[in-house]
């Protein structure tokens, strides 16, 4: 019997979907679009379909799996309640009690349960990843948004209402930048993948750069792998950009480091592709940033979760963790 | 048969000692001088000592006493080895292992542990204050410096290596004050007792503010009690200093709600005793620095512990911890 979980990672646009095994590897996946017309009904009727569909073709290919749950990872999710709650890209208003909807359809799964997707990339890095028997440790999210799960004593920290972990909203500028839920200054606005966009402009603007490659670049055009691939042919401006995320990002991580004391603290997402061009300035800047009794002691990591299926395995990865509660 | 339990606060002056009943009422304390000659083993003997002589005076006021256990509040403790490391406001040098030193002496006792002031503020919160029944919940102890204790799922957080809960070195101004510990623009270096202080002087060379009563006390001679008193009296500067210091401990308080999402966070110490000066603008700069899932959900509470003798009371509190401990 091979024991297997599906994990699920709904997005604003698309909702993936994959059946995974122990050791992290997916076995058959599929994608579905995730309604746009708001009605959460038809999603789920979509989403069972479809999860019905990639069990039989697995069951095809080993008549012996066994599968033992669904995990979600979805924006504004909520554990404790099973709800996704007023999320600004999807088009579910309200509070949607997702796996409420979703229990029916499968009455012999041992587990469903959701979080949202930097929590499932935490989980999924204590299952399959780099986090492998650590009890404390952190992941931060780099992407369209900074987001961050929180590990203490071998459990994901959700607090007293299931929204813990939202490192990407503290505070790193005093009055700084606009962050796009409403802020000023969050690391988000300085550390996402749009924020070293901004630097960008920033920077174009503070040198004159004209002859920089990314003045060639519109305000909605240039992204980070542009900035990487421009830091790489050694422009000063992209060379910069990645000095002042990191320096911002090493002031978040100490913060985080003064809070929980994490063994490690694991970067994942786009961004973090550009290897030392940001793990270098952000440790430099964390370890100015920290208590000395925190020197060099805290390990920042490359996520060991594989860029192109990380979400649905991560939140496969929930799976597990809500078995081992049912054995406690 | 009543049960009790023993706290020690150990001070860079003082060490106090007392025994706290299960409702955090402090029935017999002293107090002995934290050895300046950095011979730990005898001041491991003057703590032993006057300890028996508490309890030999506590069971002649009821013999029905039983003693469960030593709680030790004590700066740079770490509770998971049971030690005090490189404490420099203490004579001990390096690492002290004071539970170990201390087990020989009381054989009979089921727990002693130790851990630092803050975090003994948080268990004494929790056992006898106002967190009782609280599950999530930070405790902000603002005096010399700024400490945090901060409780996960029930259980303090000590993280991998037992010294979590510095949320008082957190950077909330960039590139800010000298703090401490080495480290530049930290809430300590704005929220603590001399912060305060610091806040002071600054608004008196802004506005050269000869008339204030501030402007009559030197440097070192200004204390967080004076600025309460000329604020009672409408002095401006006095009134600001309170203003500018709630906006930062707002932003670190909306910092640490991001991160673990706390029912309420409990504020402790010297400062807070100017009630709603501080409060309110910490509250309305909390609220503004928050992700709106947060606005309006988070308690901000003075701690419920007497002022006097918390420092012992908190400490004992980690006694019912152990136990609990050693029930699972």
Redesign the interface.
Known sequence: MKRVSIGIDIGGTNTAIGVVDRDGKVLVKDSIPTAKHGNIDLFVDDMTTAIRELVNSVKQLNPQIEILGLGIGAP?ANYYTGTI??APNLSFKGVIPLVKLLEPNFPDLKAIAITNDANAAAIGEMIYGGAKGM???VVYTLGTGVGSG?V??G?L???????????G??????EGRSCG???KGHLEAYCSAPGMKRTAFELLSKYNATSSPLAQKCFNELDSKMIFEAAEKGDKVALEVFELTGKWLG?GL???V??????AIFLFGGPTAAGNYIFRPAIDSME???????KN??KILPSQLKAGDAAIVGASALVYKELEKLLN
């Open positions: 504004n709650e007023h009890k404390n440790f929180i203490v004593n459990d920290v959700y607090g007293h209402d299931g929204f813990a972990g939202e490192c909203h503290m505070t790193v500028v005093s839920c409403g802020g002031m100490a913060n985080t003064h809070h929980t004391s994490p063994e100015q940033h920290l208590l000395p009794i925190f002691r805290v």
